[in-house]
């Protein structure tokens, strides 16, 4: 709650807290934060709208820059609303494969390229386009992500895209995340562009022809709420609406299909509404269907009748029907040829009937559908005329008895035959050759050659893994399908490969370049023959395993004594505790494998027995330690139990020597406790292993057992290593906490304080927010009705207009064009009745000038600049000219160079009365203070010692004379800038506004001041009231 509420006293970006006095360099770091964080809230809105158009996650808004690099979401996009124009195979690297993997390649600029076609062709204007290198080299990013609001907001008029968002405020981002975008803002080095003038500049670019538009579209969604299909098919042949594909006959269907479409939109746009969005705020596109939306209707009405022509042939299994049907111009289909109808008819037959055993299917193939079947039966019908050409080369090619010849053959991609390997032809050569010798047609068909190529490919694989001695790849091979090898196990792989790798090493020494398949089925043979003859070993583990279910200890005891087993330190005296433990751990194995068959093996049974004998070890241990700690308790000697409890074989924790006599004490009552009315003189004593075994221990003969006695009864004199240990823990912990207790008491005090004033600043916060939370109901009961009023009366203005549209359009027309005519034939006539005076006064005045630059010229001292400039190809010009041209440069220059010294005094001013201030606040020490004036010496040369005194007191200690000084200086510098010209240079854009207005106001004054000498008093006094009001802000 603390950190809320300190959220919400956190100045947002662009404001300034009324308590902070921010100078020149911190407003203007200011202002670059604030332009960084806005620059970010327009990058998420881009991305959510491309998100929202593409339903695809985009990356986070900090990447989103570098991701758009290769031009993939871009190209995404541009398909979204340009589908024909940008189909899905021209878009390069979609899946950005190789962008991950290899980052960025020239031809990712082919997508940015289509993206910008894409705008071209919806009518963006291209004075929102970025260049392609602004995407790809990221030299304007901006620029991109400027030109994607200006699509945005034009595709929302078209009734495409649903609208941007703006996020302005809405959005937090990291104080380091703004810092990194400054950075990148900043390497661009160039001004950003303006987002909330998209609109305006939108409007002025779009074209004449958007107003007759957007009337013919506007006829028909009138037309089609007045229910009448010729009224509608009428609006719809319009020539501005520039629709196509209208077909009179389906009057009737355009009707109901765009009453439908825009019924939808309507109800869906009125549940999105909110109300307090004003009806003056709301395109009207939001209720009338757009031209894009009424052109995508008509073409929907018109594929449906085409798609229920081309179902019916279907049904009928009419080949003529199909293809007529499939050739209609309102399917638009690609790529239909009459010779591979019978291709047609099978495949989108094939189709229809596998769709039809889907419950969502709704009786018809869809356009997608038959365009899919289209290009699937023209690839079959192409491939299969080639595949029979193919396969008569290939027997032609085996009977030539050229193995070179026929793996080239076998690898032409028309015989659609699996991988050939070139490096071994001969192999190829002579198996087909005897299959076709076998063959009573003396050739071999495509299916026949399939099955011997996929076999002798897999055979050739696996003798280049073998050469290669890659394991991995040899076992993929000897376990493929292709190969056809049986009895192969899979356990048993590893072992077939290192012996397949030793026969191909022996045959390579004998000459022999690959093996067969018959030397591969004889080496698994042989290596299942090894691997029988090792399993006698794991029957005994069987032998064990089914012992150990059957509970029987002499039983499992019999089993581990098998020599074949050759299992080792099996010890007979504790065959409870083997059954117990190989019990455990196969149960173990079964909850960890989630396999409840599965079976110990024989290192896992080894490993159970030898915790078995750590188990009894420990166990033994454990009574000893504990039937001492029971003497030394019944002794009364403290010490000796403490020495007890200490001992190695001891089993408590946390003993500590300073509590000996209390846990004597404790231990003894609870000893006394639990022997009640007296010990019952057993024998035996029970202890708990691993919280799962009963170990039984003889106090008298001081052994132990795993097998429980019979009879037996719990000794009640004995405490148990449990009892013992929660003894210690409790007095152990009481010691501790006590001790912890006394050492932090002004700790304790210090939490409770704290915990105390988080309670009582949660409380008034609580009040605080239920305050602030009644505000916004009444504005938003307030803007609700004030929102109703408006709406009904923007509805009732808004129908009369709708109703008297072409009278009002023709009577605005009319009065336009006689208010032009009449204005321009007035203006024309005065200037024919006029033309001689016309000519005498521009005469009269062009000579007039002329006598006055030449009289300024001859009588002035020091004539002006554009008056020489008339008259400089008439003058001489001389050595004393260029002199007295370097002596104005240089005085120039000296008052440029005094003006800045000025002002950096001035800088310094300011700055030690800010820090008087913070003294006199007890903000800052007077030996801050003090540590600036002397800087100012420094850096001034001894110019502040005319402001300030020796005695460094401060701007008090200034003499009259001084001060009268000080109030001049402002005055002295702004004169001298003027009449120098370079007053017209200051111009301050980092700081506020109110400044800027201040000093344009002084400037006035100036000018003032300068031809109005009466007026310097007032002048001066104002000018010194604007630097006050400068300072305060």
């Known amino acids: 709650m603390y950190e809320e509420n300190a959220a919400l006293h956190r100045p947002r970006y662009g404001s300034i807290v009324d308590d902070e006095r921010l100078s020149a360099e911190e407003m203007d770091e200011r202002r670059h934060q604030n332009i960084a964080y806005e620059y970010l809230c327009h990058l998420e809105e881009a991305k959510q709208w491309i998100e929202a158009c593409l339903r695809e996650e985009l990356p986070p808004t900090t990447e989103l820059e570098e991701g758009l690099r290769n031009g993939v979401y871009l190209v995404k996009l541009a398909r979204f609303f340009a589908p024909k124009l940008v189909p899905e195979r021209k878009i390069y690297d979609i899946e950005q494969t190789r962008f991950k993997r290899s980052g960025l390649h020239f031809r990712h600029t082919d997508n940015t390229v289509q993206w910008l076609r894409a705008m071209e062709s919806v009518g963006l204007p291209k004075i929102f386009y970025p260049e392609t290198t602004d995407v790809y080299d990221r030299k304007n990013m901006p620029r991109v992500i400027y030109c994607i609001h200006a699509l945005s907001l034009y595709l929302f008029k078209l009734g495409i895209a649903p609208q941007i968002q703006d996020l302005l ?108 969005v004003n009806a003056e705020e709301r395109e009207m596109y939001e209720e009338l269907l757009t031209r894009n939306e009424i052109q995508d209707n008509v073409n929907k009405v018109n594929v449906n009748k085409a798609l229920q022509r081309v179902n019916q042939a279907l049904e009928k299994q009419d080949e003529n029907d199909l293809l007529s049907g499939l050739q209609a111009p309102s399917l638009s289909l690609a790529a239909v040829y009459q010779e591979n109808a019978p291709w047609y008819l099978t495949n989108l037959h094939a189709e229809r009937e596998q769709k039809s055993q889907q419950e969502s299917f709704s009786g018809m193939l869809n356009k997608d559908d038959l365009q899919a079947g289209i290009s699937l039966s023209n690839d079959q ?97 000897l376990t493929s399908p292709a190969i056809g090898i049986s009895n192969l196990q899979d356990a048993y792989t590893q072992r077939y490969a290192d012996t397949l790798m030793l026969l191909k090493t022996q045959a390579a020494e004998q000459g022999q370049d690959y093996l067969s398949w018959n030397d591969i089925q004889a080496c698994i043979e042989e290596v299942n023959m090894q691997i029988k003859e090792e399993s006698e070993r794991v029957f005994a583990a069987d032998l064990i395993n089914d012992a150990v279910d059957k509970k029987d200890p002499n039983k499992t005891l019999e089993a581990l004594l098998m020599p074949s087993a050759k299992l080792q330190e099996v010890n007979s005296s504790i065959a409870n505790h083997y059954q117990d433990v190989l019990w455990d751990t196969k149960q173990q194995k079964c909850k960890v494998s989630q396999d409840d068959g599965a079976a110990l093996w024989l290192d896992e049974i080894q490993e159970a027995i030898l915790s078995a004998n750590q188990d009894t070890e420990d166990a033994h241990s454990l009574a000893i330690a504990v039937s001492e700690i029971n003497s030394a308790i019944e002794n009364g000697d403290s010490q000796q139990t403490l020495a007890a409890m200490q001992s190695s074989n001891a089993v408590t924790r ?233 002596e104005v440069t240089r005085l120039r220059e000296e008052v440029v160079t005094k003006i800045r010294s000025n002002q950096q005094l001035e800088k310094d001013l300011n700055l030690m009365d800010i820090k008087i201030g913070l003294l006199v606040k007890n903000r800052i020490t007077l030996q801050d203070v003090i540590s600036h004036s002397k800087k100012m010496d420094k850096k001034n040369k001894g110019q502040a010692m005319e402001v300030i005194s020796g005695d460094k007191q401060g701007l008090k200690s200034l003499s009259k004379e001084k001060r009268k000084k000080t109030r001049g200086l402002p005055t002295s510098i702004l004169s001298a800038a003027d009449k120098s010209g370079l007053f017209g240079q200051i111009d301050l854009p980092d700081a506020p506004k109110q400044i800027n207005q201040i000093y344009g106001y002084s400037h006035l004054h100036l000018v003032q001041l300068r031809f109005k000498p009466e007026r310097r008093i007032s002048t001066v006094k104002t000018f010194q009231d604007c630097i006050g009001r400068g300072d305060q802000i």
């Not at 509608?232 to 009057?251: D, F, G, R, Y």
Request: proline share 3%; hydrophobic share 35%.
């Open 381 to 477: 019908a192409r491939a299969h005329k080639l595949k029979l050409e193919a396969v008569e080369k290939i027997n032609a090619a085996i009977l030539n008895n050229d193995a070179v010849q026929t793996v080239t053959a076998l690898m032409l991609p028309e015989a659609q035959l699996p991988g050939v390997n070139p490096d071994m032809p001969d192999l190829y050569q002579l198996e087909l050759s005897n299959l076709q010798r076998q063959n009573p047609e003396g050739k071999l068909t495509h299916e026949e050659l399939a099955i011997a190529v996929e076999m002798l490919s897999a055979v050739a694989q696996l003798n280049g893994a073998l050469t290669l001695n890659n394991v991995e790849e040899m076992i993929q091979h």
């Open 654 to 886: 946390g003993v500590v020597p300073e509590c000996a006599d209390t846990y004597q004490n404790e231990l003894f009552e609870a000893k006394k406790q639990k022997t009640g009315e007296g010990p019952n003189g057993s024998l035996w004593v029970i202890h708990k292993i691993k919280d799962k075994y009963e170990y039984y221990h003889n106090l008298e003969t001081a052994e132990g057992t795993w097998e429980k006695p019979e009879s037996i009864v719990q000794n009640n004199t004995q405490l148990s290593r449990e009892e013992i240990q929660d003894v210690t823990g409790r007095i152990t912990t009481d010691h501790h906490r006590e001790q912890l207790w006394l050492a932090n008491e002004g700790q304790v005090i210090r939490l409770q304080a704290c915990a105390r004033g988080y309670l009582a600043r949660k409380a008034y916060s609580e009040r605080l927010n239920y305050l602030h939370k009644q505000e916004p109901s009444t504005i938003r009961l307030q803007s609700s009705w004030k929102g109703y009023k408006q709406r009904k009366s923007y509805k009732g203005r808004l129908r009369v207009l709708q109703d008297n549209v072409a009278t009002i359009t023709k009577i605005q027309s009319f009065v336009r064009m006689w208010k032009a005519r009449r204005a321009y034939r007035t203006r024309c006539q005065y200037f024919k009745d006029h033309t001689p005076e016309i000519i005498k006064i521009q005469a009269y005045l062009r000579a007039n000038k002329a006598k006055d630059d030449y009289k300024t010229l001859i009588n002035a001292g020091e004539p002006p600049l554009n008056v020489v400039r008339k008259f400089v190809h008439l003058l001489d010009q001389s050595d004393l000219d260029f002199q007295e041209e370097l």
């Open 169 to 276: 405020g809405k959005v937090d981002f990291t104080e380091e995340e703004i810092s990194n975008m400054r950075k990148e803002l900043e390497k661009y080095g160039i001004q950003m562009p303006a987002f909330s003038k998209i609109g305006g500049i939108l409007a002025n670019e779009l074209s004449v022809d958007e107003a007759a538009l957007h009337a013919a579209v506007m006829a028909i969604n009138e037309a089609i709420s007045h229910k009448v299909p010729e009224e509608t098919m009428k609006a719809l042949t319009n020539p501005n609406a520039v629709l196509s594909n209208i077909e009179n006959k389906l009057a009737q269907d355009y009707q109901e299909k765009l009453f439908e479409a825009k019924k939808i939109k309507q109800e869906r746009n009125a549940g999105g509404k909110s109300d307090s």
